[in-house]
C-alpha cells in the first residue's frame, strides 16, 4: 500500500530568479501504467521551451499537469511562483493554453470568441473592444469578424486560437501540438507569432511533431517512455549526438522507446 | 465573468436552428393536441345485453342505457356462454344481465338486482363505465318510483341521485389534465436541453479551454443554468398562453405566484440535467439516463395516478420527485387560487431539492481529469 507523501508547501527559492517553471519529480500514473515518470526540468523566464517525443511519450500528459487540467500523482512543481498543488486557479490566471483541438467556439463568431475569453479572463469591456481591434488587425481577419470560426480556414484557427490564448498577457503560454496538419508557409507565419509573443516577454512552452520547429526552440527537451531522455539547447544536442540535425538528434533517442504508442 | 458565459449560452442556443423552432413549437402543439388525448372521460362503452326478463321495463333499462352516448349496445346475448363470448372477443366492454322477474320484483317488491360483467382489461374503462351504468340504473329505479306514485326516494334504500355527477355534460376532463401537460412540457424541455450541453462541450473539445481558465465551479454552472431558466419561463408562458387561447383557461390564483415559484421547479430540472451531463462522457450516455429519470418523474409524480394508491417504495420515490411538488402547486393555483400561505408546504421541497441539485452539480463539475 502506497500512501501519498504529506503535502508540504515548497521551500522557500524553490522557484530560483530568472525562472518560471520548476518541476520536480513530476509523475502521472494511470493505473499501473506511469505516463509521466518523475521528470524534472527547469523553464526559464521569456524563453521558448520546446518539449518533443514520439506519440504516447507522456508529453500531453505532462501539459496537461502544468495547466492544472490533470491532477499529479506525485511531484513538486511551481509555476509563476505559485505551488501548483495549492495554487491552481492563481496559476490559471498566468498561463494560456491552446491544445492541438484549437478549442475555440466553432459556432461563435471570431468577436464573440475574442470577446468570450476576453470576459473569463476578467477583461474590462473597454479592454475587450480594443483587444478586439488590435487583434482583428494583426491577423487581418477584420473581413471575417463576423464569420463563424467553424467557416475559417485551419491556418487562421490555429491563429486566432493562439491570439485568444494569449489575450490575457500570462507569463507563460502552453501550445499542444498547435501546427498539426498545416503547410509550411502557414507553420512558418505562426511561429512568428510566438516570436513575437516572447519578444513581449511571454514564455513559451511548446509540444511539436516538427523538428525544423525544434530548432527555433532557445531548449528543447526530449521524452522518451515517461522520462527526459535530453534537454538542452539544440546547438549542443546535435553535438552531444553528434547529428546534423534535430531530426537526427530525436531519431537516435526516440529508438529508444520500448512502450507503444 | 458569468454574463460573458450567459452571453455565450444565448448567442449558441440562438445559432441552433433545431433548439430555435423547438422550444417554442413543442409546448404550443403539446398544449394544442393533448389536453384532447389525455381526457379521462369514457365514451363508447361497448354493451350486451342478457334480458332474461322480457317485459317492457328491462325494454325500457336497455333503451335508456343504449339513449346516452356512452353506451353503445352492440350485442343481445341469449345465455351467460354467449355473453361471456361476447367479452372475451371483443365485441362488448360490458354485459348487463337482466334476471328472469325483474319487472315483477321491482314492481312488487320495489327491489331487484341486476348483475353487470365488465372487462377490466382496461381498468378505468371498466370503473368508469361501471359507476355509469350503476347511476343510469338507479336513476332508473327512482323515476319508475316517481311514475308510479307509490314510493318516495326515501324508500330506495338510502340511495341518492348524486352520481349524476358523471354525466354532467358541462364536467370537462381536459380542464384538470392542462396544469399538468403544463408542468410536464417544462419539466422535459428544461431537463434534456441542459442535459445534452455540458457532455457537447465535453465532445468539441471546448471544455478543456475552460478549464485551463481561471472560471470558478460556481460561475460556470450558474452561467449554464440561468439561460435554462429563461427558457424555462418562455416555454411555461407559451404553455400558459395557448392553454388560455384554445381551452379559455386562466389560473385562478396569482400568476405571479406561479412564476416565482416555477423558479425553483426549473432550476432544479436543469440543474439535474447538467448533473448528468457531468457524469456522461457521451451525448448518447447523457439522453439515456436523463430518458430513464424524467420517465420516473412523470410516472411517479402523481399526475398520471394517485400517489396514494402507490405502493410505499413508489410513495417514498414521488416525495422526493420535485413534480410531485410542482404539478400539485399548478393544480392548486390554477384551479383553486391558492395562495402563497397555502402551497408553503409544497415550496420547501422544490427549494431544498434545487439547492441540493446545484450544489452536487457543481461540485460535480470536475475541472481536473
Excluded at chain 2, 211 to 240: D, E, H, M, Q, R
Aim: glycine residues 6%; proline residues 4%; neutral net charge.
Amino acid at each position: 500500500m502506497k500512501f501519498r507523501k504529506f503535502i508540504q508547501p515548497l521551500e522557500e527559492g524553490f522557484l530560483s530568479e530568472g525562472d518560471v517553471i520548476r518541476a520536480e519529480g513530476l509523475t502521472k500514473q494511470f493505473g499501473n501504467f506511469t505516463a509521466v515518470d518523475h521528470i524534472s526540468f527547469t523553464v526559464h523566464k521569456g524563453e521558448i521551451f520546446g518539449f518533443l517525443g514520439a506519440n504516447g511519450a507522456g508529453k500531453t500528459t505532462a501539459m496537461k499537469m502544468l495547466c492544472g487540467i490533470s491532477t499529479m500523482t506525485d511531484g513538486q512543481v511551481c509555476i509563476a511562483g505559485y505551488d501548483l498543488k495549492w495554487h491552481v486557479r492563481r496559476i490559471k490566471r498566468e498561463i494560456g493554453y491552446m491544445s492541438q483541438k484549437f478549442s475555440l467556439y466553432e459556432d461563435l463568431k471570431v468577436w464573440e470568441n475574442i470577446r468570450l475569453f476576453g470576459g473569463i479572463y476578467g477583461l474590462k469591456e473597454d479592454e475587450i473592444e480594443r483587444k478586439t481591434e488590435l487583434l482583428l488587425d494583426r491577423l487581418d481577419l477584420r473581413k471575417q469578424k463576423n464569420s463563424l470560426v467553424r467557416s475559417l480556414p485551419l491556418g487562421w484557427k490555429q491563429k486566432l486560437a493562439f491570439s485568444v490564448a494569449i489575450i490575457h498577457n500570462p507569463k507563460i503560454v502552453f501550445l499542444d501540438e498547435p501546427t498539426g496538419g498545416v503547410d509550411p508557409a502557414t507553420r512558418r507565419g505562426f511561429w512568428e507569432m510566438i516570436y513575437d509573443a516572447a519578444e513581449q516577454g511571454i514564455t513559451i512552452f511548446v509540444t511539436t511533431h516538427y523538428m525544423d520547429e525544434a530548432e527555433y526552440c532557445d531548449r528543447v527537451s526530449i521524452m522518451v517512455d515517461g522520462r527526459i531522455e535530453a534537454l538542452d539547447t539544440p546547438a549542443r544536442l546535435k553535438e552531444m549526438y553528434n547529428s546534423d540535425n534535430m531530426d537526427q538528434v530525436f531519431h537516435t533517442l526516440a529508438r529508444r522507446a520500448k512502450r507503444d504508442e | 465573468m458569468i454574463k460573458y458565459l450567459i452571453e455565450k449560452e444565448f448567442k449558441q442556443i440562438w445559432r441552433d436552428r433545431f433548439l430555435l423552432v423547438l422550444i417554442p413549437l413543442l409546448p404550443a402543439l403539446v398544449m394544442l393536441v393533448f389536453p384532447w388525448a389525455t381526457t379521462m372521460e369514457i365514451k363508447s362503452v361497448n354493451i350486451s345485453v342478457l334480458d332474461y326478463d322480457h317485459t317492457p321495463l328491462s325494454a325500457k333499462l336497455i333503451n335508456k342505457i343504449s339513449s346516452t352516448s356512452y353506451f353503445n349496445i352492440t350485442a343481445v346475448a341469449m345465455n351467460k356462454r354467449e355473453a361471456n363470448d361476447h367479452i372475451s372477443s371483443g365485441v362488448a366492454d360490458m354485459v348487463i344481465e337482466i334476471p328472469n322477474g325483474f319487472e315483477k320484483e321491482l314492481v312488487n317488491d320495489r327491489t331487484s338486482s341486476l348483475m353487470v360483467l365488465a372487462n377490466a382489461v382496461n381498468g378505468s374503462k371498466a370503473g368508469f363505465g361501471t359507476s355509469y351504468l350503476n347511476a343510469i340504473i338507479i336513476d332508473f329505479a327512482a323515476q319508475m318510483n316517481f311514475a308510479q306514485g307509490a314510493i318516495s326516494l326515501n324508500t330506495m334504500g338510502g340511495i341518492s341521485v348524486e352520481p349524476y355527477y358523471w354525466f354532467n355534460p358541462s364536467m370537462d376532463y381536459k380542464i384538470p389534465m392542462i396544469p399538468a401537460l403544463i408542468v410536464l412540457i417544462v419539466t422535459l424541455l428544461v431537463g434534456f436541453l441542459p442535459s445534452m450541453n455540458i457532455v457537447a462541450e465535453k465532445e468539441s473539445g471546448t471544455i478543456e479551454q475552460i478549464n485551463v481558465t481561471p472560471v470558478s465551479k460556481f460561475a460556470f454552472i450558474a452561467g449554464k443554468l440561468i439561460p435554462y431558466w429563461i427558457i424555462g419561463v418562455i416555454v411555461l408562458s407559451i404553455a400558459i398562453l395557448v392553454s388560455y387561447l384554445m381551452f379559455g383557461l386562466q389560473p385562478k390564483g396569482s400568476i405571479f405566484l406561479l412564476y416565482g415559484i416555477s423558479i425553483f421547479f426549473i432550476l432544479g430540472i436543469s440543474a439535474m440535467g447538467l448533473l448528468i451531463s457531468n457524469y456522461s462522457s457521451t451525448m448518447q450516455q447523457a439522453m439515456f439516463t436523463m430518458f430513464f429519470l424524467i420517465i420516473i418523474i412523470i410516472l411517479m409524480s402523481g399526475i398520471l395516478t394517485p400517489i396514494s394508491s402507490m405502493p410505499e417504495w413508489a410513495q417514498v420515490i414521488a416525495a422526493i420527485n420535485p413534480m410531485t411538488y410542482f404539478a400539485e402547486i399548478m393544480k392548486l393555483i390554477y384551479l383553486k387560487g391558492s395562495t402563497l400561505a397555502d402551497l408553503m408546504q409544497y415550496i420547501y421541497p422544490l427549494v431544498v431539492f434545487f439547492v441540493i441539485i446545484f450544489a452536487w452539480a457543481m461540485l460535480s463539475y470536475r475541472k481536473r481529469g
